[in-house]
């Protein structure tokens, strides 16, 4: 660091500098005490810049993966916070002032993706009370009569859809839950939707990722030539998006399902698959704002035209399922049950093969794995039919079209239709609702001394300015943008007056899990985003860029294949795509012009791996598993979906140096 000035009496004004100081800028002016952050680093060199950097994200990792230690994020996320918090301090010597507001900063975005939770979960609970998810869940049933792979590659488009109009992880809280309700287990759910959830959020809501957080690149520039920079960073991250998809997707399935009804139904997947990507892809070329709307929407309505005249699928032989049922369960009732929906299981990694004991001592191999799929397959068709019959005894038989069957469905699903019409409504900027929602226009403010200012815009947005009077490090919080009042709340409310006579809980039940589901979660939100804001705050003294700049010199070329990566671990600990691409975006295109390759193809890079570290979100796994009530380690989680995230990095890196890298 450089020297200091101890000087600490303004000879102009007589006073000292806390009499007269707003903010480290209005210091300058003085002869008073201020630091010179100018040095990025700490003392020791890059190598222990690097190392004490990464210390906090490293803890956090072994804490939440290693078995041994396996500490709840409620514990392991504040603790890598917390060590950030003397990183900055203790060695690289970062302002105290800028510290502490990080701090708080962080205290406060972390009510952004709670009220998404809080709205998600309402939504779900609202829907199950009011018998319209059990509704859906039959029609699902009859429209795939039961084929589990029709159910997931449903599944997967509404997810794609529901992420291009809303994003903030809301897709893994809305899909997971639909799993469960099928009888699927808990845990794989969660980990099939967070992968799910990989391939779609380079674009995000309405294209926020790209516009928003690679905007540090648009100084200098013109708007036509940032918008190209964007259509090419979208077209390139598509194509490899997409190459992952394709040899992903029926791996991806077999979490959830045997392999052998995976490749009997592989020109099904495919097609399906097909119908949700293409449109994407095509549209990336042209537009970087809708690809995974469009493409969602594609995917539901032609998946849904696929399965219903059975193209390319080969239904399950459920009297192979039940041979196969009784010749590997000796009693039936030892079957565990997979069904419950608030399971807390101790975490094993059922991908894999495992050597375990059956009931006459004999060890299985992967074909044991096999056939436990099989038969929690058969578990879930055999609950599935109990359910059928419950179905009946509570919504009452299914209608015929002359008896109103068009009316039902189009009431009964409108919690689902009316969430994606009130999100595309409220984020597409040529309806123009949008500007009334997050305008800034002051209504009154407050000003909290040297804590900062309140202050409320006259379409509800909370904004709290200059934190601890450090200028332009604010908050903000769009009550009717960020998807919690609009549209779940808006829609629960409505959906319980539609449906009262139908309710079989109170309004204030709902309430009360809400309350119940977020606590934990609450802890781990707080501790997540104030280890993101002591990582990115501000800029060339942010511990972010130390390492971006760093490991870029010591790389070079090679450092292509840490790009990705580094997007991941950006969405890793942000739980967003926008975050990683405003951290490390600008180190990005740095690395790309010192080691003289395209810079637009780092940045895809960069794209790519940020949308695949939503499979290994924090923020995101809190949220599916609170929404679903799944109360198990989130290291056991990523265990299970690190690997897909891994592998989408490869795949992705290899297609950009074999078509698009020039060095």
């Known amino acids: ?169 809301t897709p893994a809280a809305l899909s997971a839950p639909m799993l469960v309700r099928r009888h699927y287990p808990a845990v794989e759910s969660v980990v099939v939707v967070l992968i799910f959830n990989t391939f779609a959020t380079v674009w995000g809501a309405v294209g926020t990722p790209l516009w928003f957080g690679f905007q540090s690149l648009e100084d200098g520039i013109s708007e036509a030539t940032f918008d190209d920079l964007l259509l090419t960073i979208s077209s390139k991250a598509a194509v490899a998006l997409a190459a992952s998809a394709l040899v992903l997707m029926p791996l991806i399935l077999t979490i959830l399902v045997p392999w052998q009804h995976v490749l009997s139904n592989l020109l099904f997947v495919y097609l399906s698959l097909l119908s949700t990507i293409g449109p994407s892809v095509a549209l990336a070329h042209i537009n970087y704002e809708f690809p995974s709307l469009i493409g969602g929407i594609a995917g539901c309505m032609l998946s849904a035209i696929l399965v219903k005249y059975k193209v390319g699928m080969t239904h399950v032989d459920h009297s192979v399922a039940e041979e196969q049922e009784i010749s590997f369960t000796p009693n039936p009732e030892a079957v565990p049950d997979t069904s419950n929906d608030r399971e807390e299981v101790t975490g094993t990694d059922n991908d894999e093969p495992k050597e375990t004991e059956t009931e006459n001592g004999a060890p299985e191999n992967g074909e044991g794995s096999h056939c436990e799929k099989t038969k929690k397959l058969m578990q879930r068709q055999l609950s599935r039919r109990e359910e059928t019959a419950s179905f009946h005894d509570s919504l009452g038989p299914r209608k015929t079209y002359q008896e109103g069957y068009l009316t039902d469905v189009f009431l009964r699903t409108f919690p689902l239709w009316g969430v994606v019409l009130l999100l595309i409504a409220t984020r597409v900027e040529q309806i ?172 895809a890079l960069q794209a790519v791996g940020a949308s695949a570290g939503n499979g290994i979100c924090l923020n995101n796994i809190i949220s599916a598993c609170a929404v679903v009530g799944l109360n198990v380690s989130e290291g056991q989680l990523l265990l299970r979906t690190y690997k897909y995230v891994f592998a989408t990095t490869t795949i992705s890196t290899a297609i950009m140096l074999a078509f698009f890298f020039r060095f």
């Open 1 to 169: 660091m450089s020297d200091i000035s101890y000087n600490c009496v303004d000879p102009d004004k007589g006073v000292q500098c806390a009499e007269s100081c707003v903010s480290l800028d209005a210091c300058n002016d003085c002869n008073c005490t201020f630091l010179d952050l100018s040095d990025t680093g700490g003392p020791w060199g890059d190598f222990m810049d690097v190392f004490f950097c990464l210390f906090p994200i490293i803890v956090l990792v072994i804490t939440v993966t290693v078995p041994k230690f396996m500490l709840p994020t409620t514990v392991s996320l504040p603790l890598a916070a917390f060590l950030m918090f003397l990183v900055r301090l203790a060695y690289l010597g970062s302002d105290p002032l800028l510290t502490t507001a990080s701090v708080i900063l962080g205290l406060l975005e972390a009510l952004t993706p709670l009220s998404i939770m809080a709205g998600a979960i309402c939504l779900f609970e609202t829907m199950e009370s009011t018998l319209c998810l059990p509704f859906m869940m039959r029609e699902i049933e009859a429209l795939t009569e039961g084929h589990p792979i029709a159910e997931l590659m449903l599944i997967f488009a509404f997810a794609y859809l529901v992420e291009g109009a809303s994003g903030f992880g």
């Open 432 to 603: 123009g609702i949008k500007d009334y929602l997050t305008s800034t226009d002051k209504y009154f403010s407050i000003h909290f001394g040297t804590l900062g200012t309140f202050r409320l815009s006259t379409s509800v947005v909370f904004e709290f300015r200059d934190i601890m009077t450090y200028p332009n490090l604010n908050w903000n919080y769009e009550l009717f943008y960020v998807p919690f009042i609009l549209p779940f709340i808006l829609i629960s409310l409505l959906t319980m007056l539609l449906f009262r006579k139908d309710m079989t809980g109170r309004p204030r039940d709902i309430a009360f899990v809400v309350l119940d589901r977020l606590k934990n979660p609450a802890i781990a939100l707080f501790g997540a985003l104030v280890l993101v804001q002591l990582m990115i705050q501000m800029e060339e003294v942010a511990p972010a860029f130390i390492l971006g700049t760093v490991l870029s010199d010591w790389f070079q070329e090679a450092f292509v294949v840490i790009s990705p990566l580094l997007g991941a671990l950006g969405s890793f600990f942000s739980g967003s795509t926008t975050v990683s691409n405003l951290t490390f975006g600008s180190i990005q295109r740095i690395a790309a012009e010192s080691i003289g390759t395209s810079s637009t193809t780092m940045l």
